[in-house]
Nanobody
Framework: VQLQASGGGLVQPGGSLRLSCVAS????????MNWYRQAPGKQRELVAA???????AYGDSMKGRFTISRDHAKSTLYLQMNSLKPEDTAVYYCNAVIATIIPGERAYWGQGTQVTVSS
């Protein structure tokens, strides 16, 4: 199983970006999918989460600006980020709990995509 994240880049404050994360491999089912981020010198933090029933949750500083969604048919996770601020600058990682025949259910991480918000 692999998670491939994309969509990061350089954007001005107030701008928008859309991140994507595609899950591939011998997947039986995908449970919760998450976006995390890690800024230099800081701990990794949860940005947003979405269950297989499309229930969502967000970190406090992301509420109202970020939207998490998923396309179940394409095994793809999205993060629409609007009104970006310099403090949103970080490497963004996708994470998912995925069930396979072997070794069963476990968490997987994508490789990360850099988001830089700067004028």
């Amino acid at each position: 199983v692999q998670l491939q994240a994309s969509g990061g880049g350089l954007v001005q404050p107030g701008g928008s970006l859309r991140l994507s994360c595609v899950a591939s491999g011998s997947i039986h089912s995908i449970k919760v999918m998450n976006w995390y981020r890690q800024a230099p010198g800081k701990q990794r933090e949860l940005v947003a989460a979405i269950t297989n029933g499309d229930t969502t949750a967000y970190g406090d500083s992301m509420k109202g600006r970020f939207t998490i969604s998923r396309d179940h048919a394409k095994s793809t996770l999205y993060l629409q980020m609007n009104s970006l601020k310099p403090e949103d600058t970080a490497v963004y990682y996708c994470n998912a709990v995925i069930a396979t025949i072997i070794p069963g259910e476990r968490a997987y991480w994508g490789q990360g995509t850099q988001v830089t918000v700067s004028s």
